[in-house]
């Protein structure tokens, strides 16, 4: 039987549809093919625009942060930079050691403070694989800053407010609340929690979620971003276990907490998601969850 359930931080409903699994299963993804030499791998910093932060700092560029050289964000008062999260070529965030994956972690915490101190609104995500809009296959991440408030952000703000005026308590607070409760939960950290959210929009959607209040990722802590920095690799190791290889990894900044979601990616959006704005959704967040922990 197909369920619809209704995410509250957006508005918008979802139909959990398992009968339709068969249909809708994880397809094997990738990385488009490189057109010409990688301008990210060591000795083709030439390639790149200028480097603005590196880690280690005195050297190597194991994490380096350039400008894109063909950014997004070109309206006046935009910045657009790129993240390289390792210098090898065909890694994944699954593949980094602690320290590595911590020092990427604080530096793009770091990029995104300093782009905040100018711009309203700052934007996070990085795009794995063809299906989740990668044209690039060295390991990389964005940052996007811009001078107006986005629609879907918006939304959800509005509904943050409404859910705070009325209930007393932050949304996001109610749902670490609920979802603690839950067999949804993967790893619950002291700083961290990550889970399956109730009302996913892709199967097998993550979510990690820091247990204090934290508006912005330019205020993220040190113990916050330790776990993030392990929980992230973790989830992305699993979700391989389970044939998923591409995906987004978004930041939201809505209300009194920052969180990020790792969003798979099997499959483009059909006729009834782009008539509805709803999403469907094949595999319900309990059986992704218990999938994702046995894997």
Known sequence: MSERRFDPFTGRSIVLAPGRRGLGAAKPGGLPEPAGRCPFCPGHEADTEETLARWPEDGGGRVRVVRNKYPLASLPGGDHEIGIDDA???????????????????????????????????????????????????PHSQI????????????????????????????????????????????????????????????????????????????????????????????????????????NLVLRQVDAWWHLELLPRTGGDAGFELSTGDMIVVVPPEDAARALRQS
Do not use: M
Not at 91 to 112: E, G, I
Not at 115 to 130: C, D, I, K, T, Y
Not at 223 to 240: H, N, P
């Open 88 to 138: 090898a070529h065909g890694t994944d965030l699954d593949d980094l050691s602690p320290d590595h994956a911590l020092a990427l972690w604080r530096l793009y915490r770091d990029r995104v403070a300093a782009l905040s101190a100018r711009h309203p609104e700052v934007l996070f995500f990085r795009n794995r694989g063809r299906r989740a809009g990668s044209s690039q296959p060295h």
């Open 144 to 247: 996007v800053a811009i001078d107006w408030e986005p629609a879907d952000l918006a939304t959800r703000r509005a509904l943050a407010r409404a859910h705070e005026r009325e209930r007393g308590a932050p949304l996001h607070a109610t749902e670490l609340e609920r979802e603690r409760a839950s067999e949804r939960v993967l790893w619950d950290d002291e700083a961290l929690l990550t889970h399956c959210p109730f009302a996913p929009t892709r199967p097998y959607e993550v979510r990690f979620v820091p247990t204090a209040p934290r508006g912005r990722f330019a205020d993220a802590t040190d113990a916050e971003l330790r776990a993030l920095s392990r929980r992230v690799g973790d989830a992305i190791r699993r979700l391989k276990a389970v044939g998923v290889r591409d995906y």
